[in-house]
C-alpha cells in the first residue's frame, strides 16, 4: 500500500494533465496594530473550484515563514500551489485555504515586542481577517498552522499559548532558542529579536507546564520535523524530551538534510498531507 501511494504522488507531482487548477494571490490586508503599518502583505492559495462553488468552505492552514524571508517564499521557493494542485489530484491532501502571513518586513519577530505587536496582529487581526474575508470551515478542528526555521519556532509557541485555536502544529527546522546566526551579527535589531524567542523559549514552557495546561496542550496535533544535519537539531530534540515528560502525544521525523529548501520542500509536502488526513472525515 504504501509503495502504491508513493507512486500515486510520484505521477501527480510529475505529469502537469493531472493538476488542478488551484491559484495563489500576492495580497495586502488593512493594518492598525503594527506601529506605521496601514497594509500588510500575504500569500493566499485558494484551490480549485473556489470560484465557481460559492457555497463550499474549507479548513485553513497558516504557513508562517522563516527569519529574512518573506511570506511569498511559500510560492516563490516552495511551490506551494505546485505541490498543493498535485496532493489534491492525487487524493492526498484536501482541498483548503492557506494563508502566508509577512512577518519580516519592518521587523522580524513573530511575538510581540514593546514597540511591535506582530501575535496581537496575527491574532487579532490577520486570522479575523482571513476568516470573514474567505470561506472557511469554524472552529479548532479545521484550522492549522505550521511554518520553518523562525516560523515553525512561531507556530509552535502559537499552539503552546492558543491550544484552543489549532487542530495541527507542524513544526519544520524550528527555531526554538537563541543560537549564534552569522547573518544576525552585524544586524542591531539581533539582540532584542533572539531575547523575544528566548522568552518565548516552548521548550521550557512545556517543561513547566501545569496539568491544565498538558491537559489542554493534548488536544493539539504535535509534529516535529527536522534535519539531522539542521543546526537546531538538538533544540528539538529537546522540546520532543519535554513532550515525552508530560506524555503530550507527538510525531517526530528526522530525516537526512540542512537548514534549506532541500529540507523545506518536502516537509511542506508532508505537512499538507498530514494536516489533511487530521481533518474531520467528510461523513462523521
Known amino acids: 500500500m504504501k509503495h502504491l501511494i508513493t507512486l500515486c504522488l510520484m505521477a501527480c507531482l ?49 504557513l508562517l515563514h522563516g527569519g529574512n524571508c518573506a511570506n511569498s517564499d511559500w510560492e516563490t521557493q516552495g511551490g506551494l500551489s505546485h505541490l498543493a494542485d498535485s496532493l489534491i489530484a492525487c487524493g492526498a491532501m484536501e482541498k483548503m485555504i492557506i494563508a502566508c502571513p509577512e512577518a519580516n518586513k519592518n521587523n522580524m519577530i513573530w511575538f510581540n515586542a514593546g514597540h511591535w505587536k506582530y501575535e496581537d496582529f496575527f491574532f487579532q487581526e490577520f486570522m479575523p481577517y482571513i476568516e470573514s474575508a474567505y470561506r472557511v470551515k469554524k472552529g479548532k478542528a479545521y484550522r492549522s498552522v505550521a511554518g520553518y526555521s523562525m516560523g515553525g519556532g512561531a507556530s509552535v509557541v502559537y499552539g503552546v499559548r492558543h491550544p484552543d485555536l489549532f487542530n495541527v502544529v507542524y513544526g519544520m527546522s524550528s527555531y526554538l532558542r537563541s543560537q549564534y546566526l552569522e547573518f544576525l551579527k552585524d544586524d542591531p535589531s539581533a539582540p532584542w529579536r533572539q531575547q523575544l524567542v528566548d522568552d518565548h523559549n516552548p521548550i521550557l514552557t512545556f517543561s513547566n507546564g501545569s496539568d491544565a495546561d498538558v491537559k489542554a496542550w493534548r488536544t493539539v496535533r504535535w509534529f516535529i520535523d527536522c534535519g539531522d544535519k539542521d543546526f537546531t537539531y538538538d533544540a528539538n530534540i529537546d522540546l520532543i524530551a519535554a513532550l ?28 499538507l498531507i498530514y494536516v489533511s488526513s487530521q481533518l474531520p472525515r467528510q461523513h462523521e
Do not use: S
Open 14 to 62: 510529475c505529469c502537469p494533465a493531472l493538476r488542478a487548477g488551484g491559484q495563489v494571490f500576492f495580497k495586502t490586508m488593512p493594518c492598525k496594530l503594527l506601529q506605521g503599518i496601514t497594509e500588510r502583505e500575504y500569500t493566499l492559495y485558494l484551490p480549485e473550484g473556489y470560484d465557481t462553488d460559492t457555497t463550499q468552505t474549507y479548513p485553513v492552514l497558516y
Open 244 to 271: 515525552r515528560q508530560k506524555q503530550i502525544p507527538y510525531e517526530l521525523r528526522i530525516k537526512a538534510g540542512g537548514h534549506d529548501w532541500n529540507y523545506w520542500h518536502p516537509a511542506l509536502r508532508d505537512a
